[in-house]
């Protein structure tokens, strides 16, 4: 299995609403990472988990809340969010976090979300 | 961290070569220079990874300078459906796991 699995692939919400993202990797890869994206504008990287910890959180606002149970699957809490939210969620994987390896960051599809 | 500098487009045409150029002045003895593709609604796809000099592979070239301040990525022949973002992205120990996105190219391949 060579893919990062994300769920669902579209959601709505509207701004009282609590829901969740879910991302899921077999190859192995202990470094999971949240990125946002809007349109036409590059991925902005959220939060980086290595070895099922929190390594890195690029000071984003606490209504997004990460989650990692286990090596293999990653969450996104959501609650509160704002209209200005609305974006794809793409989750990504790697080796390491160092990921000298030949295959760098394997990423999902993304969750394309609505916040209305 | 070290930012990357991209054109912010480029066109070309079926079966012609392109070559994208991305320059990071700032990059550390110790990250590695690796290339995306991105479709519209799509997570970026990875392309190549290299340190240096030249590496090769089934869809692509990375030419790395000794200085390894710029990087060119080489598409051989494109067709209609290489049209994309392409982006670089430096990684590696300096600040492992927080790589920045550039702004990235977009490829046009007209027929």
């Known amino acids: 299995d060579t893919e990062v699995t994300q769920t669902p692939k579209h959601l709505v919400m509207g701004m ?21 994206q809007k349109a036409k504008k590059p991925p902005e990287l959220m939060f980086v988990y290595s ?11 606490s209504r997004f809340s990460p989650e990692c149970p286990n090596s293999s699957l990653l969450n996104l809490h959501l609650h509160a969010l704002q209209p200005e939210d609305s974006a794809l ?18 990423f999902g599809s993304g969750t394309r979300l609505t916040v209305v | ?47 190549i990874q290299g340190y240096k000099t030249k590496v090769t592979n089934e869809v692509a ?6 200085d390894r301040k710029s990087s060119t990525l080489s598409l051989p022949r494109v067709s209609l459906s290489d049209t ?26 007209k027929p």
């Open chain 2, 61 to 66: 070239s990375l030419f790395i300078p000794a």
């Open chain 1, 51 to 61: 070895y099922e910890k929190l390594s890195i959180n690029e000071s984003v606002p």
């Open chain 2, 84 to 109: 994309a973002v392409y982006y670089c992205l430096v990684v590696g120990g300096t600040n492992a796991g927080k790589s920045t996105f550039g702004d990235g190219t977009t490829l046009t391949v």
């Open chain 2, 1 to 47: 961290l070290a930012k990357t500098t991209q054109p912010i487009s480029m066109d070309s045409y079926e079966g012609q070569e392109v070559n994208i150029t991305c320059s990071h002045n700032n990059i550390a003895t110790n990250d590695y220079i690796t290339w995306y593709q991105q479709f519209p609604s799509q997570g970026p796809r990875f392309i």
């Open chain 1, 16 to 36: 009282t609403n609590k829901k969740s993202l879910k991302c899921e990797q077999h190859m192995g890869h202990r470094a999971m990472y949240w990125y946002k």
């Open chain 1, 89 to 106: 969620y793409l989750c990504a994987s790697s080796l390491d976090l160092v990921t000298g390896s030949d295959y760098g960051y394997t």
